[in-house]
């Protein structure tokens, strides 16, 4: 069974930082799949924050570009979501997601609160 594990998610006041982590599965971590973050927070639909495509270029919400970078590591197969400069509305549960031909792939989530 593919697992994703979201941490680094956490309580922090406007204007604060926080760097999300996602260990990803040896076999799925393949520069040719689809690796991103997404959000939902409660009432919403689950919206994207940020993704690589298959080719390595990435792609940001406009609510959060400027603000986020997405990044991996190779060498411990982790996705993060670097964030800064939070907001209350980037409160939600972040989840990790991994697709690939066969599978789209999802972690349990991290919630991130942000608030005074």
């Known amino acids: 069974q593919v697992q994703l594990v979201e941490s680094g998610g956490g309580l922090v006041q406007p204007g604060g930082s926080l760097r999300l982590s996602c260990v990803v599965p040896?076999?799925?971590?393949?520069?040719?799949?689809?690796m991103g973050w997404y959000r939902q927070a409660p009432g919403k639909e689950r919206e994207l924050v940020a993704r690589?495509?298959?080719?390595?270029?990435?792609t940001y919400a406009d609510s959060v570009k400027g603000r986020s970078t997405i990044s991996r590591d190779t060498f411990t197969n982790t996705l993060y979501l670097q964030m800064n400069n939070l907001k209350p509305e980037d409160t939600a549960v972040y989840y990790c997601?991994?697709?690939?031909?066969?599978?789209?792939?999802w972690g349990r989530g991290t919630q991130v609160t942000v608030s005074l």
């Open positions: 997601n991994v697709q690939n031909s066969g599978s789209d792939n």
């Open positions: 040896q076999s799925l971590f393949s520069r040719h799949n689809i």
């Open positions: 690589f495509t298959s080719g390595g270029g990435t």
